[in-house]
């Protein structure tokens, strides 16, 4: 992997610029607060479908850019796209999304949010993050299919 | 209506992120992916930036508004330690969360993004559901 130092620092640029845009916009979401994001999903009790907006927003402008992804054949900053291969649905996805669900149920933080989260220095946001990177050490070290693992 | 612009809008700058991330970098913005490179050491520069950036959001927003994001966590500190273990683990074993599946994934039209985000959601609100029950 070598590669001009000036591509690896406009590619840590884009980097840190994405991140600040998706902490603002996960800022101005709402969805910073479990207390909206488990409002979200008591879908049977006293529903806050804001949520619903966020999802709907970002995935309508994320599809332009995935749009405009096919008439490119690189991305600006680096010479491939990195994006996982088609695979089928199986069972590793299902049961690791169901654990996931059960997990973001019971607090309201999933990793996004909680890690933009720290910034404010709440205990239990930071007991979080080191359950949440323990958690996927387990799986590494226990349940990985292979080394390495996947990718969505 | 109006009260949903925040949230509107909001989503709309992750979808910008997302969509910056795929055009500049190749890269998925994926949040446990990212972690879960910058803890094996993989890309550590430009995984270490965006979650950086990630921390600064909240500072911009602040800028913006005038005030902090509201963050509330009711949950008793044993609930949250479950609940981090249960998400780190399962956004291993599913290859993503919110963000990669969520985001990046329903945008690209991934039958296993939408097999994902159908899953969590509903493990979801299952598990809001059964705990209000149970604590009311």
């Given amino acids: 992997m070598t590669r001009p130092t000036w591509i690896s620092s406009a590619q ?15 800022s101005m979401s709402g969805m910073l607060d479990p207390v909206r994001v488990r409002g979200f999903l008591d879908v049977a009790g006293d529903w806050d479908p804001s949520l619903a907006f966020v999802l709907g927003g970002a995935v309508a402008v ?4 995935m749009f405009l992804r096919r008439h490119l054949r690189r991305p600006a900053l680096d010479t491939a796209f990195h994006l996982p291969a088609t695979a089928p649905v199986d069972t590793r996805l299902i049961l690791g999304s169901a654990i996931f669900g059960i997990g973001w149920g019971m607090a309201g933080l999933c990793p996004g949010p909680a890690l933009a989260a720290l910034s404010l220095g709440l205990a239990p946001v930071m007991l979080f993050i080191t359950a949440m990177l323990a958690g996927m050490t387990i799986h590494d070290r226990m349940a990985a299919p292979h080394p390495g693992g996947s990718r969505p | 209506m109006i009260a949903y612009w925040p949230s509107l809008i909001g989503g709309m700058l992750i979808g910008l992120s997302a969509a910056l991330l795929l055009l500049l970098n190749g890269r998925v913005a994926g949040i446990s992916g990212i972690l879960g490179r910058l803890t094996q050491g993989s890309q550590v520069p430009t995984n270490a930036a965006f979650v950086v950036g990630l921390m600064i959001g909240p500072s911009l927003y602040r800028l913006v508004s005038g005030a902090w994001p509201a963050v509330t966590i009711p949950a008793s500190l044993p609930v949250v330690v479950m609940a981090g273990l249960l998400v780190g683990f399962g956004s291993r074993m599913g290859s993503g969360c919110t963000s990669g599946h969520g985001v990046v994934g329903l945008a690209r039209l991934s039958p296993r ?3 994902a985000v159908a899953t969590f959601l509903t493990t979801g609100i299952v598990t809001v559901t059964l705990m209000r029950l149970a604590v009311p």
Avoid: Q
Avoid at chain 1, 17 to 26: E, K, P, Q, R
Avoid at chain 1, 62 to 65: H, L, P, S, Y
């Fill in chain 1, 12 to 26: 840590a640029l884009a980097a840190l610029l994405a991140g600040s845009i998706f902490g603002l916009g996960l």
């Fill in chain 2, 113 to 115: 993004s939408l097999a």
């Fill in chain 1, 62 to 65: 994320a599809f332009v850019g």
